[in-house]
C-alpha cells in the first residue's frame, strides 16, 4: 500500500487489509495504515469526501440518521445527520465504530462450509454451490415430508430496516414452513398497552422538554437511546422533576433528581399503590376517568379492597412517604410522563405491571397531553407495503390445517382466505420449540439477523436442539457461536453496503440507507441472497419457488412505498429521502391526542374483556414476582459498548470493555468470600458462567449482575444461566409470550468450587 494518501484507493485499501489483518486510525477518525503514523496528520477538507444517506437499523431506540464520509471508496468516518433534530448530528459510540465493522479482519468474506458441524473446519465455496446444496436440501425436505414445514426461520432485530423483510418473503415463497414467532425484546408491554388503549402508541420524545415531571421506569436511556436524553436534560433546565425507578443504579439513574431502587418485579405494587393515593386525596382526573374510559368503577372498587399505600410499600420496599410524594408531585405537575422500560416488563408479571403504571398514568389525566403520556413504544411510521414479505407459496403448497399462521408486530397480514398456514413456534423457547417439534421435525434451520446462542436462553438447551437439526444455514457479517453450529455461513452486507429504509419505533423520523461503497469481497444482502436461491431452486424444479429471480433494489423500494406514507412524511417517493432525513407530519406530539383509543369500547380500558378471553384478569390487579431458593437475584442487561452480541467483538469497543465482569454487593461478596477481581461461578440448573468479580454498591445485596454480550475470542455467554421462562403477556400481539428474561436467579461461587444449585 503507497503511504501518499493521495494514493489511496479501494483497491490498494483492501489489500492492505488482508495483508495487515487490521486497521488504525488517525487524529480526527480517517482510516490509513499503520505507517502512516509517521506522517503529520492531514488537513480535513469536505470537498474531497464523497458524502452518502445512511441509517443505524440496529434494534435500538434511536434509529440514527447518518452521514457517511467516503474518500477513495473507503469509508473514513461516519456522523449523524445535522437534519435531524433527533439525531442531532452526534451518533452514539457504537455508531462512531461502524468503520471499525465494516473493515474489520474477522468479517465473513466468503459463502463457506464447515465439514463437521461445530469442528472449525471452514473451507471456501462458492455462491453456485452454496445456493446448490441448500436448494437440494430443502427440495429433499419437501420430498420427504410433503411440505416445507421441515424448514423453519429463525430472525429478529440485527436489521430493521424494511429491505430485510426479504426474508420472510424468501420463506413464504418456498411454501408454508415453521417460523419462530413473538420477540424477546418488549411483548408483554405491546399486549398490555393494547389491552388499555387499543395500540402501542408513544409520544414523540422530542416533547419531553413540554414536560413537566419525568418517570424513568426501568430504562436506562443515557447508554440505550441517547439522543433522548438532551430532551430530559432540557425539561430539567425549565424546571422539570426527573425521578428513575430502577432495582440498579444505572447511569440514568446516577443523572436523574431521585432514584428510587425498587424491588424487581414490583412495579406494579407501587403503580398501584399511587392509584390508590390519588383515589383516597381527591387527586383523580374526573373529566378523564368519566367521559374517555371504560371500568373505572370497578378498577376503583378492587383499589378499595386490595390496596393500600402501606402495602405497596412493604412489596416494594419504598417508604409508605416516598410513594405518596411521588403520586402527589407527578399529579400536580402536568404535565407529567412515565417512560416504561423495556427491561421492567421482561418479569413473569412484566405484562400486568405495565397495566398497573398506564392505569396511573390515566387517573392523573396525562394521557393525550403534549409532554405527558405514558411511553413505551409505537409502530405508527411503519406503514409500508411490506411487498418483499408478500409473496404467495407455490401452487399445491400444503402446511398446517387452517389459516391462523404466525402473527407479529412487524407481520404483514394480506387478508387472503387460505386453506393452510405457517407453523409458527415461540422464538423465547427457541431449543424447546425444536427437540418437541415433530410430523415434521425441523430440519432446515435459516438464521438471519439474530444469533440464537447469544440471545435465546438456555444455551445448554440450544446445543441439543441444534444437534438434532439436519442442516443450519447461518447469514451473518461474523464467525460468532451460532455461526460455528451451523453448516454453511452466508455472508452479508453492512448497513453501507445495501439498499435500504428505516423507520423507528420511538421517534418519528424515517431515513434512506445508500450504499456507501461497493460490497466488500462477496458479501451480498438479504434481498439478493433471497433472488439467488430463487433462481437456484426454480432451475433444479421450476415452480418450486415465487420470489423474484432478479435483484433489483430501488424498484423493490419502490414497491414499499406508498402515497399514505408519502403524505405523512411529505415526500413524493423514498428518493425525496436522499437529500435528508424527513418527519413525520403527526397532528400533535401527543399520543392519544384525540382521546380516541383502538379499543373494543373506544376508551381507555381499565377493565379490559380482551384480556379475560387471554387468560388474564380484566383489571390490572397485582400479580406476585418470581421466587426462588436460590440466594441471588440475576440482572442480564444492555451494555454500553454493545447491542446484543454485536459491537463488542470490535478492537475499539474490547479497549473499553475487554473483558466480563458479574457484579456484586460488597456485603454480597463478603458472605461469599469473594475479592475483588476473583475468578467465579455463577451457576443455576440451567448451567454455569465463569468470570470476574466487580464489586460495586450499585447494585443490591442480593443481585448478581452481568451484561449480555459477545467476545469472539473468549466463553462467555449469560444464556448460559438464563432460562426460557415466559412472561405473562406477549402473545396476542406477537405471537409468543414474552420472556421473563428477568426472572431468573442463581448463585455464586469461587471457580474452584463446582457446588451444584437447587
Known amino acids: 500500500m503507497s503511504n501518499e494518501p493521495n494514493n489511496l484507493n479501494r483497491r490498494s485499501f483492501i489489500k492492505g487489509l488482508i495483508a495487515a489483518g487490521t486497521l488504525t486510525v488517525l487524529p480526527g477518525g480517517l482510516l490509513s495504515s499503520r505507517c502512516a503514523f509517521a506522517q503529520p ?152 398497552q393494547n389491552y388499555d388503549m387499543g395500540d402501542m402508541w408513544c409520544n414523540d420524545p422530542e416533547d419531553f422538554v413540554k414536560a413537566k415531571y419525568i418517570i424513568i421506569w426501568g430504562a436506562n436511556p443515557a447508554w440505550c437511546a441517547m439522543h433522548s436524553m438532551k430532551y430530559i436534560y432540557q425539561a430539567r433546565e425549565k424546571g422539570a422533576k426527573v425521578v428513575v425507578i430502577d432495582p440498579l443504579l444505572t447511569q440514568t439513574a446516577a443523572k436523574a433528581d431521585l432514584y428510587l431502587r425498587i424491588r424487581p418485579g414490583s412495579d406494579g405494587a407501587l403503580a398501584l399503590g399511587m392509584c390508590r393515593y390519588l383515589l383516597d386525596n381527591g387527586l383523580v382526573d374526573r373529566d378523564f376517568v368519566n367521559n374517555y374510559s371504560h371500568g373505572y368503577t370497578e378498577f376503583e372498587a378492587y383499589l378499595r379492597q386490595q390496596v393500600t399505600v402501606e402495602w405497596a410499600a412493604e412489596i416494594c420496599g419504598l417508604s409508605a412517604d416516598v410513594i405518596r410524594t411521588l403520586a402527589e408531585e407527578f399529579t400536580r405537575a402536568k404535565p407529567s410522563t412515565v417512560w416504561i422500560g423495556y427491561g421492567m416488563q421482561r418479569h413473569v408479571n412484566g405484562g400486568v405491571n405495565v397495566r398497573a403504571i398506564d392505569a396511573f398514568v390515566a387517573m392523573t389525566g396525562n394521557i393525550g397531553l403534549e409532554g405527558g403520556g405514558v411511553r413505551y413504544g409505537h409502530l405508527q411510521t411503519w406503514g409500508f407495503n411490506y411487498a418483499l414479505m408478500s409473496h404467495k407459496p407455490p401452487a399445491g403448497s400444503i402446511g398446517i390445517k387452517g389459516a391462523g399462521g404466525p402473527v407479529g408486530e412487524f407481520v404483514s397480514d394480506s387478508a387472503e382466505e387460505s386453506e393452510y398456514s405457517d407453523r409458527a413456534l415461540n422464538i423465547n423457547q427457541t431449543a424447546q420449540g425444536i427437540l418437541d417439534a415433530s410430523e415434521p421435525p425441523v430440519r432446515l434451520l435459516w438464521v438471519a439477523s439474530k444469533n440464537p446462542f447469544a440471545q435465546d436462553f438456555d444455551r445448554n438447551k440450544m446445543e441439543k436442539a441444534f444437534a438434532k437439526l439436519e442442516m443450519v444455514v447461518v447469514v451473518d457479517q461474523f464467525f460468532n457461536e451460532t455461526v460455528q453450529h451451523a453448516d454453511i455461513v452466508l455472508p452479508v452486507t453492512t448497513t453501507f453496503e445495501q439498499w435500504d429504509v428505516c423507520s423507528s419505533y420511538w421517534h418519528y423520523w424515517l431515513s434512506v440507507n445508500e450504499p456507501a461503497i461497493k460490497p466488500l469481497y462477496e458479501c451480498k444482502s438479504d434481498p439478493e441472497i433471497a433472488a439467488l436461491l430463487s433462481a437456484a431452486i426454480n432451475k433444479i424444479e421450476s415452480g418450486s419457488c415465487t420470489f423474484p429471480q432478479e435483484f433489483n433494489p430501488k424498484k423493490w423500494l419502490d414497491e414499499e412505498f406508498n402515497d399514505e406514507l408519502a403524505t405523512q412524511f411529505g415526500i413524493r417517493n423514498w428518493e425525496d429521502l436522499l437529500a435528508g432525513p424527513h418527519k413525520a407530519k403527526m397532528p400533535s406530539t401527543a399520543a392519544w391526542y384525540d382521546r380516541k383509543f383502538k379499543t373494543p369500547s373506544g376508551k381507555y380500558e381499565f377493565k379490559s374483556e380482551r384480556c379475560v378471553a387471554n387468560g388474564h384478569t380484566a383489571l390490572p390487579e397485582y400479580k406476585e414476582p418470581a421466587k426462588s431458593e436460590l440466594p441471588f437475584h440475576l440482572f442480564t442487561p444492555h451494555l454500553q459498548y454493545g447491542l446484543h452480541s454485536q459491537f463488542v467483538n470490535l478492537d475499539w469497543m474490547q479497549t473499553f470493555w475487554p473483558e466480563p465482569f458479574v457484579y456484586m454487593h460488597p456485603l454480597a461478596a463478603s458472605k461469599k468470600g469473594i475479592a475483588e477481581g476473583d475468578k467465579v461461578r455463577v451457576f443455576n440448573a440451567a448451567g454455569d458462567v465463569e468470570l470476574r468479580a466487580k464489586i460495586t454498591t450499585n447494585v443490591p445485596e442480593d443481585f448478581l449482575v452481568m451484561y449480555e454480550s459477545w467476545f469472539n475470542k473468549l466463553s462467555y455467554n449469560v444464556q448460559n444461566v438464563v432460562m426460557d421462562t415466559p412472561a405473562d403477556m406477549g402473545k396476542m400481539a406477537t405471537g409468543a409470550p414474552g420472556a421473563a428474561i428477568h426472572s431468573q436467579f442463581v448463585d455464586i461461587s469461587h471457580a474452584t468450587d463446582k457446588g451444584v444449585a437447587a
Open 41 to 192: 496528520p492531514i488537513p480535513f477538507n469536505p470537498k474531497t469526501y464523497d458524502v452518502y444517506r445512511n441509517a443505524c437499523p440496529r434494534n435500538c431506540y434511536d434509529t440514527c440518521s447518518l452521514k457517511t464520509w467516503v474518500k477513495d471508496e473507503v469509508i473514513t468516518f461516519v456522523d449523524g445527520a445535522t437534519e435531524s433534530t433527533y439525531t442531532s448530528g452526534g451518533p452514539c459510540v457504537k455508531g462512531l465504530t461502524y468503520p471499525r465493522r465494516v473493515y474489520s479482519p474477522d468479517r465473513i468474506k466468503y459463502p463457506m462450509i464447515q465439514d463437521g458441524r461445530g469442528s472449525g473446519n471452514w473451507r471456501r465455496i462458492s455462491w453456485d454451490e452454496a445456493m446448490q446444496k441448500i436448494a437440494h436440501k430443502m427440495l429433499e425436505i419437501k420430498k420427504k415430508d410433503g411440505s416445507m414445514l421441515g424448514l423453519a426461520l429463525s430472525k429478529y432485530s440485527g436489521n430493521l430496516g424494511v429491505m430485510g423483510y426479504a426474508v420472510e418473503g424468501m420463506m413464504s415463497s418456498l411454501g408454508y414452513t415453521t417460523r419462530f414467532a413473538g420477540t424477546p425484546c418488549w411483548p408483554a408491554g405491546i399486549d398490555a
